[in-house]
């Protein structure tokens, strides 16, 4: 079960690709004002359920497209709606980090990434649901597949909108695995790309070495799309991806024996599959000196968010969950020695990353431990994403097939830093070969 990207063009237009509806709008076949009431339309028949979206004004979602179709179109997504998740702030929307400390909290501007798709003719439609401050603690979404369990986290609320044809697409942000696991237990297709590739400025911080800026799309060819706008990323040629044959290392990374009974299963018949499509597929086991990264990433989260969030753990204590406090409280036990290993672990790897993997190489990695977990107390552990994210390299998670309940499961595929086109194209290559 996975939100599905090939549906008939006789269908509303809040469930067409991205580039269809862009395509479309471009040529006149579709305006802008059409494709965000399409999408107000199911926001409003399913969001009671879902629990998707903190804040959305259909009124002024749909004055800000009618001025879109007044204009000359200013790029490929001109009209194009976008989800916002809520620790990004936004001039004209409520931007309240998913705290009772920040409700009804208006900034007087637009976050980077937000500002910089307006510029290109997008419209924002509203603001997708986080756990607080992007942390563990869960906000009220649930997985539109199932609303018996989790969405995941942080990214909750970007991933089932975009799962449930609610937004082309959604911003979402990673510290550890809060865009890669969303999009597995939705099944949609997330992006976590190269470190500082979107600009974050305007984005609540936790980590200055860890934080990215990523999204979720239906598609691969509407990802790699979407990442040419908001970063001016070149644009990714999927055109030949029937004919490739291409190199891929398996890593099952340094915490396999966590991996659950349907990933083991997914993992253990992947070489053999990709082999039998034209892949020259191996395996790839990462060497010693990635036993830390795990861990290294955990203290540079632990020891950068106790400071990113200083103000509001000493004039709100109160008001912060169960969750966070017992973070903050693990925190005060990081040094700064602890922390200058963490980095030390980090940039060691970084720099022993590039020697493990071919030129025309990527990784394929487990995106998270199984499928989603039934409850909506407990988002899942990210322990599939810590290596990568430490890492700094771009990320695009995939369906891959379902596991238990016919829930969707997930595999990310890794490249070099900067190398987010043949992430994405490797990626698209994976997809069509797990699932059609």
């Known amino acids: 079960m996975t939100a599905r990207a090939d549906v008939p063009k006789n269908a509303p237009p809040n469930v067409w690709s991205m580039a269809d509806a862009a395509r479309a709008i471009a ?14 339309t199911r926001i409003g028949e399913r969001d009671g359920e879902v629990g998707a979206w903190t804040w959305v004004d259909p009124e002024r979602a ?19 709606p976008f989800g916002v998740k809520d620790i990004i702030d936004t001039a ?97 297709v997330a992006v976590k790309p190269t ?3 979107i600009n974050r400025s305007g984005v609540k911080p936790l980590s200055d070495a860890l934080d990215t800026v990523g999204y979720y799309t239906r598609t691969v060819e509407d990802a790699a799309l979407f990442l040419e706008i908001a970063a001016g990323y070149p644009a990714t040629d999927l055109g030949g991806v029937a004919d490739m044959k291409p190199r891929v290392a398996i890593c099952r990374t340094t915490a ?12 253990d018949g992947l070489e053999r599959r990709l082999g039998a499509a034209g892949a020259k597929a191996r395996a790839l086991e990462l060497p010693r000196d ?29 008001m912060l969950s169960e969750e966070l406090t017992a973070k903050i409280d693990r925190s005060f036990g990081r040094s700064y020695d602890g922390y200058r290993w963490a980095l030390g672990v980090a940039e060691r790897c970084k720099a022993l990353l590039p020697g493990l993997v071919g030129e ?9 431990m199984g499928v989603a977990e039934v409850g909506q107390g407990y988002t899942g552990d990210p322990i599939f994403s810590q290596v990568w994210n430490a890492l700094h390299v771009p990320s695009v998670c995939v369906p891959a097939g379902t596991g238990p309940a016919d829930m969707p499961l997930g595999v990310q595929i890794i490249a070099r830093r900067g ?9 698209e290559w994976v997809r069509r070969v797990l699932v059609g």
């Open 27 to 40: 040529v006149g076949d579709l305006t802008s004002e059409a494709l965000v009431a399409a999408c107000l």
């Open 62 to 80: 749909l004055a800000e497209a009618r001025r879109r179709d007044a204009e000359t179109p200013r790029s490929p997504l001109h009209g194009v």
């Open 92 to 188: 004209d929307m409520p931007t309240e980090y998913g705290t009772p400390i920040y409700e009804g909290t208006r900034p007087v501007w637009d976050a980077a990434c937000v500002a910089l798709l307006r510029e290109a003719g997008c419209v924002a439609l509203g603001k997708t649901v986080t756990t607080e401050f992007a942390t563990r603690h869960p906000g009220k979404t649930r997985n539109p597949l199932d609303l018996t369990r989790t969405p995941g986290g942080s990214s909750s609320g970007s991933a089932a909108a975009v799962a449930d044809f609610m937004a082309p697409v959604a911003y979402g942000t990673q510290t550890t695995g809060s865009v890669i696991r969303p999009g597995a237990y939705c099944g949609v």
């Open 195 to 197: 470190f500082g590739m």
């Open 256 to 267: 396999w024996d966590r991996a659950r009974p349907e990933t083991v299963e997914l993992f």
């Open 290 to 318: 990635f036993d830390d990264i795990a861990e290294a990433q955990a203290v540079l989260n632990d020891y950068e968010s106790l400071k990113a969030l200083t103000y509001e753990r000493v004039n709100f204590p109160g």
């Open 360 to 368: 025309d190489e990527t990784i394929l990695a487990p995106a998270a």
């Open 419 to 427: 190398e987010d086109g043949r992430a994405f194209v490797h990626a």
